[in-house]
């Protein structure tokens, strides 16, 4: 542990002297013509609240990460974007599928909405996505993440938050570009190769983008993985990633529509808890096809129809898998929406949306939605949402005051009320925050738990933000959210799916949030530091920590650094680190079959990626988890499986040519 503090404090030395020898050969405060200052960073309006507010003025605790940090960290795939989010740690479900944990809850299963280009990502049977090589970040504009609930204005599987990625448009490409990565360690020689594509153009009466991504790696180089009952395999073999996704977009005038392809598949071989007796691959189709008009009816009045249609293809195996899963689903998803402002002081969102649900079984065997119609197909599922919110200035403050109703044809009804003031000085902002939010449940559980509600919860947070000085931005948060009804996974191997969901009683967390953001003419340094704890919170034995201030899986102390160092025009030095504090992980079982708790140690993870970009042209090697010590995606929930260990120590290089229209 000594010589990883050693490393960090190397790392503030180099920033430190960075700033020493660029403010000697530089302008004082200088900035380069495409850089924007902190100041000009926090006045840009964020897309995820549906509000023409910014950072310190909208009603939610934000994140926001752009393509500039993505580029220059040499981020492998969202995962290594995620890890620089305080709050955010990434956990295992099971099958080697990888999910988030937010702010001390397990959140993976459809209580954190990840949009795409406002296209929901989240897949209709279960509610999950799955991290690790996925979602396609080389044409990634900027991305959006409100850490807190969003159920007011995007519904049921944004109680814990919203994940929104915002790709570049046709104007923003202007032309076509090209991206490699391949990366390897000590253990395997390709553990990721991804090749990516975008291209784009525009005018002043249409702009037209495609961006896509092929490749291949493995979730894990472990060659002696050992689950809880003794038994071991090869990672390195059997942990095989594959993603393929498009994404299209065509907009003239008001009318824009959208198609995302994505197509990922998942070697699996560490099962629930016992490893399988051979490897299965499992595939993941989705397909999202989505157009809308923007119809503005004056300056002060703006109406948006929309259609949106969704199918998926989850956990697809064949009939030879150790775990056989072969259902499809279908949504049909029409919706309007208002935005006016009546005046300089008053704006209103409002809207009502539905969907229409279907799923299909294709075997093996009849009758498999036994809750829903007791055939292969499931009968009619559908939702209709109504909401509101409106943004009053008044005094200096922001008041905002909004609400959603749902009501779904079986598990009923869902009441999301929220109020937020917020409050900017010149130097200092405030913003005062409650909001109910709810958990709709997914298809699958309904076909298993035809009883079953939607878990609701209530979540009070206080931020403020301090302007140092010029170059210097502190934001603390606190907040306290408390589960009720939590729907929990309950297992079962006499269920298809291993297993049932119920509703159970509470759980939740609280603690505060520290970010600290800082640039200079010779770079920047964004520094985050996330407390929770969930004592007398969290009171599920299912997701609680013997010491019982602690979830399964998810550190209460974690804090996260990276940094962008200017050496010379184009050439740039970029330090990452990640302080994960000691957890709690089901190890292993004792001769009863009991579980068996294990304290694991605090973690730390130090990244660096030298990277030279001129013109067009950009090249970066990187030097992944340094220490070897392989980021542990630990099950958040008491199921079974040991930690998955992720790749160890990996050297990476990236390569982007793009040729101008």
């Not at 944004?158 to 990366?183: C, F, H, M, P, Q």
């Not at 010779?522 to 013997?546: E, F, I, M, R, S």
């Amino acid at each position: 542990m000594t010589n990883k503090f050693l490393l960090l404090s190397l790392f503030v030395l180099c920033l430190w002297l960075a700033n020493r020898t660029y403010a000697q050969t530089s302008p004082k405060d200088s900035v380069g013509i495409h850089e924007m200052s902190l100041e000009d960073l926090m006045k840009i309006p964020i897309q995820v609240s549906k509000s023409n507010l910014n950072i310190r003025e909208v009603p939610s605790v934000i994140s926001v990460i752009t393509r500039d940090q993505i580029l220059n960290m040499g981020a492998r795939d969202l995962i290594d974007i995620l890890n620089q989010v305080p709050g955010f740690t990434l956990g295992l479900d099971g099958l080697g599928l990888v999910g988030l944990g937010v702010r001390g809850n397990w959140a993976h299963e459809g209580k954190l909405l990840l949009l795409i280009d406002g296209q929901e990502a989240n897949d209709l049977l279960f509610g999950t996505n799955h991290f690790g090589l996925h979602y396609d970040i080389n044409n990634i504009d900027r991305i959006e993440i409100i850490r807190g609930p969003g159920s007011a204005i995007y519904g049921g599987y944004a109680e814990l938050g919203v994940i929104s990625i915002i790709t570049r448009k046709g104007k923003d490409i202007r032309g076509i570009g090209v991206n490699g990565l391949y990366a390897g360690t000590s253990h395997a020689s390709a553990t990721k190769a991804v090749a990516s594509f975008s291209l784009g153009n525009a005018n002043d009466k249409i702009d037209y983008s495609l961006s896509g991504q092929y490749g291949q790696g493995l979730r894990s180089d472990d060659k002696a993985y050992t689950d809880i009952f003794g038994g071991t395999t090869d990672l390195s073999k059997n942990s095989r990633l594959r993603p393929f996704t498009l994404n299209g977009s065509f907009s003239a005038g008001g009318f824009s529509a959208r198609v995302l392809i994505d197509k990922y598949q998942l070697e699996t071989i560490d099962g629930f808890d016992a490893i399988f007796p051979k490897s299965d691959l499992q595939k993941f189709t989705y397909v999202i096809t989505d157009a809308k008009y923007n119809w503005k009816v004056s300056d002060k009045l703006q109406i948006t129809p929309r259609m949106n249609m969704r199918y998926g293809s989850p956990y697809n195996t064949s009939a030879e898998s150790s775990f056989i899963y072969l259902v499809e689903s279908r949504r049909l998803a029409p919706s309007i929406n208002m935005n006016w402002t009546p005046s300089d002081k008053v704006s209103i969102v409002a809207g009502a949306d539905s969907y229409f649900d279907h799923a299909k079984s294709n075997g093996p065997g009849t009758g498999y939605f036994v809750n829903l119609g007791g055939t292969n197909e499931t009968s009619p599922l559908y939702d209709i949402g109504l909401f509101a919110q409106g943004v009053i200035k008044t005094g200096g403050f922001n008041i905002t005051l909004g609400s959603r109703y749902d009501h779904h044809n079986l598990f009923g009804s869902a009441f999301s009320p929220r109020i937020g003031i917020t409050k900017v000085f010149e130097k200092i902002h405030f913003k005062a925050l409650y909001s109910r939010a709810f958990r709709a449940p997914a298809i699958e559980y309904l076909n298993y738990s035809p009883n079953i509600k939607p878990e609701k919860a209530g979540v009070a947070e206080i931020e403020l933000g301090v302007k140092l000085n010029e170059q210097l931005w502190l934001t603390g948060n606190f907040f306290h959210m408390l589960i009720d009804g939590p729907i929990i996974f309950q297992p079962d191997t006499s269920i298809p799916i291993g297993g049932y969901y119920a509703n159970q009683s509470k759980t939740g967390s609280m603690g505060f949030e520290l970010s600290l953001q800082a640039k200079y003419s010779w770079g920047y340094v964004n520094a985050n530091y996330a407390y929770y704890t969930a004592k007398d919170l969290n009171l599920q034995p299912t997701y609680l920590a013997p010491d019982n201030s602690q979830s399964l899986g998810l550190p209460s102390n974690r804090i996260n650094m990276s940094g962008h160092i200017k050496i010379v025009y184009g050439l740039s030095l970029n330090p990452s680190v990640n302080l994960l504090g000691s957890r709690y992980a089901i190890t292993t079982s004792d001769a009863g079959g009991a579980y068996v708790y294990t304290k694991l140690n605090s973690e730390f993870f130090a990244n660096l990626f030298l990277r030279y970009s001129k013109d067009n042209f950009s090249i970066g090697f990187g030097a992944f988890d340094i220490f070897d010590q392989r980021q542990k995606f630990v099950q958040a929930y008491a199921a079974g499986h040991a930690p998955l260990p992720g790749v160890g120590r990996e050297f990476s290089v990236r390569v982007g040519y793009k040729l101008d229209f």
